[in-house]
């Protein structure tokens, strides 16, 4: 007697976009609860926005990116209509249910950077996961410059040019 197994039916999910995130399966049917009709999608920018924010909050930070992001946002922001990059020093990686934060900072001089750093961490885990329901795994920070007092002044050249 031989016996025969039915074929095991696959299921093909559609393609995900891979700048959004689910943050909850949803369920259909007029028996489920509101809250669970549906699927929730957060894209990788959402969170990009709202770890630049919290991370620009905290006293000490005097801007975020490297030096050459820097320099364009800086020529970006003198443009008439043209907005801050808030997003400028973030980079993120997020999953289903979780993400992880790089964030590049310039830190006042005088402060303690590792203050600063840990303070800015602990803000933007508060905010990503308030704002948005993901787990924050890590947020890594990199100190990339010393803001100094004496940058914002304008450099003096000595005696004009042209009377």
Same mark, same amino acid.
């Given at each position: 007697m031989t016996t025969q197994t039915a074929p095991v039916a696959t299921q093909v999910r559609p393609t995900r976009d891979p700048a959004t995130t689910d943050v909850s399966g949803g369920a259909t049917g007029a028996g489920q609860p509101a809250a669970d009709r549906g699927r929730t999608?957060?894209?990788?920018?959402?969170? &990009?926005? @709202?770890?630049?924010i919290a991370a620009r909050e905290i006293p000490g930070v005097h801007d975020m990116g490297g030096g050459l992001s820097r320099s364009i946002g800086a020529v970006r922001d003198r443009v008439p209509?043209?907005?801050p990059n808030v997003g400028r020093g973030v980079k993120v990686e997020v999953g289903e249910k979780q993400t992880a934060i790089d964030l590049d900072l310039v &830190? !006042?001089?005088? @402060?303690?950077?590792?203050?600063?750093?840990?303070d800015v961490r602990e803000?933007?885990?508060?905010? @990503?996961?308030?704002? %948005?329901?993901? !787990? &924050?795994? !890590?947020v890594n920070v990199t100190v990339n410059d010393?803001?100094?007092?004496?940058?914002?002044?304008?450099?003096? %050249?000595? !005696?004009?040019?042209?009377?």
């Amino acid at each position: 007697m031989t016996t025969q197994t039915a074929p095991v039916a696959t299921q093909v999910r559609p393609t995900r976009d891979p700048a959004t995130t689910d943050v909850s399966g949803g369920a259909t049917g007029a028996g489920q609860p509101a809250a669970d009709r549906g699927r929730t999608s957060i894209a990788d920018v959402v969170v &990009v926005k @709202v770890a630049g924010i919290a991370a620009r909050e905290i006293p000490g930070v005097h801007d975020m990116g490297g030096g050459l992001s820097r320099s364009i946002g800086a020529v970006r922001d003198r443009v008439p209509g043209g907005r801050p990059n808030v997003g400028r020093g973030v980079k993120v990686e997020v999953g289903e249910k979780q993400t992880a934060i790089d964030l590049d900072l310039v &830190v !006042e001089y005088g @402060v303690s950077v590792m203050d600063v750093a840990q303070d800015v961490r602990e803000n933007v885990i508060s905010a @990503v996961e308030r704002i %948005t329901g993901l !787990e &924050v795994v !890590e947020v890594n920070v990199t100190v990339n410059d010393v803001h100094l007092p004496d940058d914002d002044e304008p450099a003096h %050249t000595g !005696e004009a040019r042209v009377e």
